[in-house]
């Protein structure tokens, strides 16, 4: 069975395997049990899915499926033990193996037979393998902008000539070739050491970050316990017209240049800050804010702020121990002087949760150290205020019927706003090279950190329009 071949099958939609030995097993004690001959294969759209020709069944009957379908409560989720495993083994031997399988049962009318079909959200086979060292490939079968830098050479219209199909270079001490074929994106990953923990994750958010596009890998092998493993998903529901703008454009010299150091920060970054979670904190902000852009203008400049707010809250300065004592001991003493109030007894829980919100680090706080250190512009620090507020307190005329100023104003801060979401992340991932500046007329290259702003009116403004934040 050879891995690569079943994966340009099921690139084309066409994986179809009949499987002599197919069972589920419910996830509960005491749970159903159904088996028989079948098949899995696509459909037309890609999804996997299977049918069972029963010839087997434990501890199910139509009136007990019945009731346990029809047995939930509008609004709930279904309980895992509604769920079920699939293990099929197929007619080369092949076995293959999901979760999280919800069946659909139908019963002839002698109750005798019933057949089982459903989908399969991920399916996954394994071989042993003699690969010395860790192996990671992910397809994601979606045509991406990224810098190629490696040329190959093929026979066009019988003259012999070059094209750039595929990127090499190194992140995390591996070796990275990235190659374009059709509409596939092709991720090759090796390396000496081992991968961190969900690496193939964390290389899809990296894409999704330097390419500002979301992105879902569709087949992916990888060495896992002296085996080759292989898993092949479905495709997942996404948004199609996104307009999230790249933190470097790929019209831009600097995305050739810098496009995978860029990659490799990022890639780091959530490698390393990844803790028991699935996604990545702060690559989940961005996913949503670009996510965001597939709707109405006003959903676009939603998004990018709350996620603005979000990956500033990530930001951890340097603690001044002078004036944590000056604020402690301020609090020390508003809290003595309320304690003598007893007239306003009904009112003090309220006040002490105030005070104690005194000496916490807000976003716009930890926004004007980094406008001082020339990590973020206080340009787009004032636009992030301004939309903010537009969006979370409009007023009257903010609700008016727009006209094309209006359309043209908001586009700017939303542009703006995003730059600074991407200037936040790099001060995070430790990035420094050119960057595309979308909240200035022509989108020109940058580099970043940016020179320290002269203190001066800009920067005053910037703190005096966020007091109302």
């Not at 990659?263 to 804010?289: D, E, G, M, R």
Request: proline residues 5%; contains cysteine.
């Amino acid at each position: 069975m050879d891995f690569a071949e079943i994966i340009d099958i099921f690139k084309q939609s066409a994986f179809d395997t009949d499987c002599k030995e197919m069972v589920l097993t419910q996830n509960k004690n005491g749970g159903a049990s159904l088996k028989g001959p079948g098949y899995i294969r696509q459909s037309a759209d890609g999804t996997l899915i299977f049918k069972i020709y029963v010839s087997e069944r434990e501890n199910i009957n139509p009136s007990d499926h019945i009731n346990e379908r029809f047995g939930g409560l509008p609004g709930k989720l279904l309980a895992d033990g509604r769920f079920y495993d699939l293990a099929a083994i197929g007619h080369d031997d092949t076995r293959w193996t999901a979760q999280r399988v919800l069946p659909s049962l139908s019963w002839d009318l002698s109750d005798s037979s019933v057949l089982v079909t459903g989908q399969i959200l991920t399916l996954h086979a394994r071989i042993p393998s003699t690969h010395p060292h860790p192996y990671l490939r992910l397809h994601f079968f979606q045509e991406y902008e990224v810098p190629l830098n490696r040329w190959t050479e093929i026979e066009l219209h019988g003259d012999r000539t070059k094209v750039r199909d595929r990127a090499e270079f190194e992140a995390l001490g591996a070796n990275f070739e990235v190659c374009k074929r059709g509409n596939d994106t092709i991720f090759e990953i090796r390396s000496e050491a081992d991968f961190p923990l969900a690496f193939h994750l964390r290389v899809q958010e990296a894409l999704q970050y330097l390419t500002a596009k979301p992105a879902n890998w569709r087949a992916r092998m990888e060495i896992e316990g002296g085996d080759l493993c292989l898993e092949l998903a479905s495709p997942l529901r996404r948004s199609e017209r996104t307009q999230f703008s790249p933190p470097l454009s790929p019209a831009s010299s600097g995305f050739h240049r810098s496009g995978w150091q860029l990659f490799a920060c990022f890639l780091a970054y959530v490698s390393a800050q990844t803790k028991n979670t699935h996604w990545n904190p702060i690559a989940y902000h961005l996913h949503n804010a670009c996510e965001a852009t597939a709707n109405s203008i006003d959903a676009w400049a939603m998004g990018c702020s709350v996620a603005v707010e979000a990956v500033a809250g990530a930001v951890q300065l340097d603690q001044d121990n002078e004036k944590a004592k000056r604020v402690t001991e301020l609090k020390i003493r508003m809290l003595r002087y309320l304690e003598a109030q007893i007239d306003f007894e009904d009112m003090m829980p309220r006040m002490k949760g105030l005070i104690g919100t005194l000496g916490q680090e807000r976003v716009q706080d930890k926004m004007y150290h980094l406008v001082a250190t020339g990590h973020v512009d206080p340009v787009y620090v004032k636009a992030w205020g301004r939309l903010r507020n537009r969006l979370v307190h409009p007023k009257i005329k903010d609700l008016r019927k727009p006209d094309s100023v209006d359309m043209q104003n908001l586009l700017d801060l939303i542009h703006q706003v995003e730059v600074l979401l991407r200037q936040i992340t790099f001060y995070l991932i430790d990035y420094t090279g050119p960057f595309t500046d979308y909240g200035t007329d022509g989108f020109p290259t940058k580099q970043y950190p940016m020179m320290p702003p002269v203190a001066g009116p800009l920067t005053e403004n910037v703190k005096q329009a966020d007091q109302g934040v």
